[in-house]
């Protein structure tokens, strides 16, 4: 962890919520005699954060860009491929602790685990230091990344809920329709369904991940090239 926080340019006051961030739900099930909590609510914060201050630095930055863009922008620097990649720039997948499955199954370098622990990790650094903490540790990482290029959009999902959205009568919705394999190899397929229509399929290791690969494949049946 020290090495971690070295990296991070941040000193935890608490350890322990930089201990959380590190605990995966396999790890904390396979360890259910010690009371470990994962790093899943911390996840949920942290996204929230960022959501946040990507929101504020995009609305600031940007004053006459239309609220559409604005939503792409933010979609592109807080989607799980670049959350990945900034997991990994600070090796992160390295701290993590993960059950016998998923370490076993490659779980250090997946893009789903290490998206999520990024978002806890976050999260922790909001709980330990503050607002203006985590803003310094997102605008070092992520916001960064957005100075001087325009990231490619790959949140499908955001892209297909404004198409969706224009007509307020429409109904968009997503349903896991089947779990494959082992946990530390669960392949998930689900279907996003237009006004209970099923007009796109997708699978992934995760729940995310196919969902999105679910919203491509429906803007790629209306013609949209993605």
Do not use: W
Not at 114 to 124: K, M, N, S
Request: hydrophobic share 35%; charged share 30%.
């Amino acid at each position: 962890m020290e090495r971690l926080e070295e990296r991070i340019g941040y000193k935890f006051k608490n350890r322990k919520h930089l201990e959380t961030a590190l605990i995966h739900s396999s790890y904390a099930n396979e360890n259910r005699d010690r009371k470990l909590k994962s790093n899943e609510r911390l996840e949920f914060l942290g996204d929230s954060v960022l959501g946040m201050i990507c929101s504020v630095y995009l609305y600031k930055k940007y004053p006459s860009v239309k609220e559409g863009e604005l939503t792409k922008r933010r979609s592109a620097l807080v989607c799980e491929s670049s959350l990945c990649e900034s997991a990994r720039k600070i090796g992160l997948g390295s701290c993590l602790m993960l059950g016998k499955g998923e370490e076993s199954g490659g779980g250090r370098d997946r893009t789903s685990i290490l998206a999520d622990a990024f978002e806890a990790l976050i999260g922790a650094i909001y709980l330990d230091g503050g607002e203006e903490v985590a803003r310094r540790f997102i605008n070092r990482f992520i916001l960064r990344e957005e100075e001087g290029k325009s990231k490619e959009i790959t949140d499908y999902k955001t892209l297909l809920q404004e198409i969706v959205q224009k007509s307020h009568e429409e109904v968009m919705s997503y349903r896991l329709c089947d779990a494959i394999g082992p946990d530390h190899e669960k392949k998930f397929i689900v279907e996003v369904l237009f006004n209970s229509n099923v007009i796109g399929t997708g699978e992934g290791h995760s729940k995310k991940e196919a969902e999105q690969m679910a919203a491509k494949s429906a803007l790629q049946l209306m013609g949209i090239n993605v």
